[in-house]
């Protein structure tokens, strides 16, 4: 069981992107769910969250960039004006208040995004 990220991909700079991630074997309809980033030599970040409601918070580098939507089967990440700052590997989880040990059974491999200047 685990999240399961794809749609990372190549783009240049000023591009568009749009990550999906799916729960194999995992409900999470009712969970706040995050997108992540960790860009090599870097800490894993938090990049946005929704509440099972759909209310949303960004994180400053991304906010006016970045939308978050879910329904009941995925969580989405749409990227827009991409920048080279923003190539990490892309991971969906939990979001707080869901405890990181509930987390830390669930992380996928991620998607990786690379944005070309």
């Known amino acids: 069981e685990q999240f399961v990220e794809s749609g990372g991909t190549l783009v240049q700079a000023g591009g568009s992107l749009r990550l999906s991630c799916a729960g194999s074997?995992?409900?999470?309809?009712?969970?706040?769910m995050a997108w992540y980033r960790q860009a090599p030599g870097k800490q894993r970040e938090l990049v946005a969250d929704i509440t099972n409601t759909g209310s949303t918070n960004y994180a400053e580098s991304v906010e006016g960039r970045v939308t978050i939507t879910r329904d009941n089967a995925r969580v989405y990440l749409q990227m827009n004006s991409l920048k080279p700052d923003d190539t990490a590997v892309y991971y969906c989880n939990a979001a707080a208040p869901v405890p990181s040990s509930w987390r830390d059974k669930y992380w996928g491999q991620g998607t990786q995004v690379t944005v070309s200047a």
């Open positions: 074997g995992i409900v999470f309809g009712g969970i706040p």
